[in-house]
């Protein structure tokens, strides 16, 4: 079923030009969108709710392993706050100049929810690697909390600096661009780079070194083993959350899009994309996994 959208996809000079640039075409109720990203809000909201709740209820009692796993429940469940805007958007094809705000904050989350996980690996690592050494180090809490101010602080000034690339005209409905205007290289480059396959790097060394130590320790603890699943559980679902929407950026980005597009109602590049976000944004839930091993204590 089709109804009329407006849209504006071209290079605008000035704030009126938005307003006199229209485009009338049609937009497709996405039912597949709406109904997976109302089953992952829903799981989301539950399970994160249940995370902030558990943690505030033990702050008194927080280390900077809590500080950490904060952050990552904070991104998290502001990224799944925001996904209701998402399922609207998927039958009404919602193009406000909010809209800007919604797609930074979307992607805001996604990457500190990755730069978060990737220092809980250096924490884990340096704990696992030189034990004696970190349990003497003075000011652990107040280090986790600057390095999760930085990552948040790094964020804000990249999105600042690259605030023109999810404007208005840029954008087809909230949480899709004009195919014919992808995100400039530069962009991609530092979402690929710098925001997925350096922590990537960072997690996988870690989490290999970690489960490598454990497995010469000749104490056969519930709690080394317990350890060694959530290291290799996190390392796995990270490699499967964030590597294949970083693929799409650059699948897309060097992908011819037909004059017509606005009119085709399937595009490979771009569906793959669309499955690729919202399998990146079920991270939300699989932190969880994270949150239980931590929280354990708590609840029994």
Known sequence: MAFTQIGVCGNITNIT?????????????????????????????????????????????????????????????????????????????LRTGFCTFLINTHFINMYSSIATTAAISVHRFLAVRFPMQTRSWRKKKRVAFAVCLVIWGLLLIIN??????????????????????????????????????IPLLIVVFCSSQIINILLK???????????IGIVTANMIVFIVCYTPIHISFLVNYYTPV????????????????????????????????????LLKKFYS
């Not at 950490?68 to 009404?92: K, Q, V």
């Not at 690339?165 to 840029?170: D, F, L, T």
């Not at 399937?266 to 839930?285: D, F, G, K, M, Q």
């Open 160 to 197: 600042i600096i690259y605030r023109d690339q999810n404007y208005p005209h840029n954008l087809w409905t909230c949480y899709e661009r004009c195919k014919n205007m992808p995100l400039s290289l530069t962009m991609i480059g530092i979402m690929v780079f710098l925001g997925y396959v």
């Open 17 to 93: 030009d938005i307003t006199n640039i229209v485009t009338t075409s049609t937009c497709q109720k996405d039912y597949l969108q709406f109904f997976s990203y109302g089953l992952l809000f829903l799981v989301g909201f539950v399970v994160n709710a249940a995370a902030l709740y558990a943690f505030i209820g033990q702050r008194h009692s927080w280390t900077d392993t809590h500080v950490y796993m904060f952050n990552l429940s904070i991104a998290d469940t502001a990224l799944i706050l925001f996904l209701p805007f998402r399922i609207y958007d998927a039958l009404s094809c």
């Open 258 to 293: 037909p004059p017509d597009w606005k009119h085709v109602a399937y595009l490979p590049a771009h569906r793959y994309l669309l499955v690729s976000e919202w399998i990146a944004s079920t991270n939300c839930c699989f932190d969880s996994i994270s949150y239980y091993f």
């Open 217 to 227: 320790v000749k104490d056969k603890s519930e709690e080394r083993k317990s350890t």
